[in-house]
């Protein structure tokens, strides 16, 4: 017979496929969106004031407006910090843009009522259809107060 190596003879070579290289780009790409993910929604931190009941999500054809009152006289919308005479003619023109548009805001607990009560009250005379006050979920503790968490998105 022929001196062929063992290998051939035995059979037919079969291929291997290197899996190695496919987990590193995977892991990569994992670690990459755990680290992005959590920055995509970032809003200015503010401590919002917890309810033990909240209102389901209900969905609406238009995103609301979100206006954030994080400290006395610092509101911001969209990122951008504005004063309260300024936030109120943004709130108009977005109004009159959209009529149907409804308003969240979201204020720090610490905050006095009467700060929140004057943005609330300004945009309610600028018409808007809802406006809602965001609010986080306190959770129920046996024999210990609740404690508010950060921010969970519940409106109420």
């Not at 004057?118 to 609010?135: D, K």
């Given at each position: 017979m022929s001196a062929l190596p063992r290998s051939l003879t035995a059979g037919r070579v079969r291929p291997d496929m290197n899996v190695t290289p496919l987990v590193d780009v995977v892991l990569v790409l994992l670690i990459i969106f755990m680290v992005v993910t959590p920055r995509m929604e970032q809003n200015v931190q503010v401590d919002l004031p917890g309810i033990f009941n909240p209102d389901p999500e209900v969905e609406s054809s238009v995103d609301p407006l979100k206006v954030t009152v994080a400290k006395r006289g610092e509101y911001w919308i969209n990122d951008q910090k504005y004063d309260l005479?300024?936030?109120?003619?943004?709130?108009?023109?977005?109004?009159?843009?959209?009529?149907?548009?409804?308003?969240?805001?979201?204020?720090?607990?610490?905050?006095?009522?009467?700060?929140?009560?004057?943005?609330?009250?300004?945009?309610?005379?600028?018409?808007?259809?809802?406006?809602?006050?965001?609010?986080?979920?306190?959770?129920?503790?046996?024999?210990a107060t609740p404690q508010a968490p950060p921010d969970h998105g519940a409106e109420g």
């Open positions: 005479d300024t936030t109120i003619e943004l709130l108009s023109s977005e109004h009159a843009s959209e009529p149907l548009r409804r308003l969240v805001l979201r204020a720090d607990a610490k905050l006095p009522y009467g700060d929140v009560r004057e943005i609330f009250a300004r945009s309610q005379r600028v018409g808007f259809p809802g406006v809602a006050l965001m609010v986080g979920e306190r959770h129920r503790t046996s024999g």
